[in-house]
């Protein structure tokens, strides 16, 4: 009877140890199946993959006004005229009568400045306004002009005048012009371009003054009566850069 008891438990002993081994074999089985962790991980899990969006494509940039191409009929560049005296808005009065036909020339300058040497000769203009303040209109406009000796005419409305030039030692160069009829209440502007040479800027007169003299004259070149003949008359400064 020991001898059956002592079999038995030898027979429960050898079942134990052969459900041991089957449980370890199966758990040896199962580790191997795991799935191994996913490349580049640190962990023993495996590392979760983010699904990548693909985001709609965006339309082209529309063109910035500044490279837009141009539309329309293109414009094209503007030219610039030089200034030359307006056309006169009245005709020469048809007679000149010394008892009514009166008149109040008014000249205007803000002078004469010379540009730098160029080539040894200075460039410069000279602005001349003239307004006819007076009530009735003039046949002839004429004004003179008086610059240093070393000048002379350099382009401009110089048409209507004599040669701009020194006629007698140490006195200044001068010119006279005559720019046709001016109408009551109007006004004429004159571009004068004058030139010098370099060498002569310290050659000026220290007695002569720089000026312009405006009168009127009929058709045969009767005087008309000024109102103000004080303010016929401007003295202006030349200066060089």
């Not at 009514?100 to 004469?112: H, K």
């Not at 006195?171 to 209440?185: I, T």
């Amino acid at each position: 009877m020991y001898r059956a008891r002592g079999i038995g438990g030898r027979w429960r002993a050898a079942l134990v140890t052969a459900a041991l081994g089957g449980g370890l074999l199966l758990a040896a089985v199962g580790c191997g199946s795991a799935s191994e962790p996913a490349t580049g991980g640190t962990g023993g899990g495996t590392v979760p993959t983010a699904t990548a969006t693909i985001a709609p494509p965006t339309a082209p940039p529309t063109t910035s006004p500044e490279t837009a191409a141009p539309t329309g009929t293109p414009t094209k560049p503007v030219t610039r005229t030089p200034s030359r005296p307006a056309t006169p808005a009245t005709k020469p009065p048809a007679g000149y009568d010394p008892a009514r036909d009166f008149t109040d020339l008014v000249p205007q300058t803000p002078g004469l400045t010379l540009d730098r040497p160029v080539n040894g000769v200075r460039h410069g203009e000279l602005v001349v306004t003239i307004r006819n303040n007076g009530p009735f209109p003039v046949a002839r406009l004429i004004f003179t002009v008086e610059l240093p000796a070393s000048m002379s005419a350099d382009g401009g409305d110089w048409a209507g005048c004599d040669q701009l030039r020194s006629r007698q030692d140490g006195f200044p160069a001068g010119s006279k012009c005559d720019k046709g009829a001016l109408g009551a209440g109007e006004s004429r502007v004159y571009r004068l371009g004058v030139k010098s040479p370099s060498a002569e800027d310290n050659n000026d007169s220290t007695i002569s003054r720089w000026l312009v003299d405006a009168w009127s004259a009929g058709p045969q070149g009767e005087m008309y009566r000024d109102t103000a003949p004080e303010d016929n008359r401007r003295i202006f400064r030349v200066t060089r850069s």
